[in-house]
């Protein structure tokens, strides 16, 4: 039978409940696993675009499940936020990326570079350029090797505040990368005040790359990008047409699964294993 509004507004409020208590639920559970050390990072190499070399990689997280599924970081990212559980699993995750670039580095590979991103709630902890100053001298990385991706939404938060984070992060020699750029409601200026290092072209502008409306947008950004001094990386390359229009706008570094999807560590080592040697 067809529901009349009475109906419909009853049902209202037990269903917000249910969302609440399965929200507290997920919580709870990202909390023990993550206590249990479950959680795991993975990398997604980053190219450059001319050569094809591994240049670097992003660090991803993943939070695997019992049944052998994992639960994307799209839906647990916010909840780590919601309920401050970032700061801890967010600092976790670049004493992973530096015990990852300490181990290449004894292999070997050189000016490799590991982008960690990083939430708002890490940008507000107080001491946090301290915080990886201490976790890149502990494990004996220089801050060149560590990139971290911060998206428009953090730089809107507090301009200033923000402002004074990055130089104090940048006097390290720390890089700095504006995720998702272009996909906010930000305004440009923050360009001219900020000591960053790259843009990355979100995977939406890649995807509509075969549009003219979209190879608008991205060519703007790209050619933005160099004027102003800045490398760019193209996120979400899928197939050889970005790729080679990519190439053909000088767009320096690529990401995406055209070259690797994101995988676990040891995978990575193989995969550049095999670089280096060969
Ligand atoms: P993001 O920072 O924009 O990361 C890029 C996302 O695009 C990743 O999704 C990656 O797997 C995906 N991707 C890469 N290449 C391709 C491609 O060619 N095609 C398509 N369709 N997708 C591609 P993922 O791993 O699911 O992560 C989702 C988001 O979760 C990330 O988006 C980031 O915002 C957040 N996240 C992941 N790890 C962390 C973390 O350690 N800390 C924080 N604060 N956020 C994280
Ligand atoms: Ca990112
Ligand atoms: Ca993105
Ligand atoms: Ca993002």
Redesign the pocket.
């Known amino acids: 039978a067809k529901k009349n509004s009475f109906e419909r507004f009853n049902y209202y409020r037990p269903y917000m409940e249910e969302e609440t208590q399965h929200r507290l639920h997920m919580v709870r559970r990202l909390r023990a696993d993550f206590a249990a050390r479950k959680l795991e ?2 990398y ?1 190499p980053q190219v450059d675009i001319n050569t094809g070399c591994i240049i670097g990689v ?5 939070w695997p499940q019992a049944d052998g599924s994992y639960i ?3 839906e647990f ?1 916010p909840l ?2 919601y309920s401050g559980l ?1 700061v801890d ?2 600092a976790w ?1 670049i004493e992973e990326a530096c015990q990852q670039i300490r181990r290449f580095e004894e292999r070997g590979l050189q000016n490799f570079r590991i982008a ?4 708002v709630p ?1 940008f507000r902890m107080r001491d946090f350029p301290e915080l990886i100053e201490q976790q890149l001298k502990n494990h004996q990385v220089r801050a060149e090797r560590l990139e971290l ?1 911060i ?1 428009e939404s953090i730089v809107m938060e507090d301009p200033d505040f923000v402002a004074d984070i990055l130089y104090r992060l940048k006097r390290q020699g720390i890089q700095v990368a504006i ?2 750029f272009g996909v906010g409601f930000s305004s440009l200026s923050y360009l001219q005040k900020l000591p960053l290092d790259r843009l ?1 072209i ?2 939406t502008f ?2 509509n790359s075969n549009q003219e409306s979209g190879r608008i947008i991205i060519e703007t950004i790209v050619d933005m990008a160099h004027r102003l001094g800045l490398g760019v990386v193209a ?4 197939d050889e047409h970005q790729l080679a229009y990519f190439k053909k706008l000088k767009c320096a570094e690529g ?4 070259f690797a ?2 995988m676990p560590a040891a995978d990575l080592s193989k995969l550049l294993a095999g670089e280096v040697s060969g």
């Open positions: 990072v993975w997604q992003e660090a991803l997280l993943r994307s970081p799209a990212i780590a936020e970032i699993i967010g995750v960690v991103n990083v939430s890490q991706e998206t995720d998702d990355k979100d995977k890649v995807h996120e979400g390359i899928e990401q995406g699964y055209y999807r994101p």
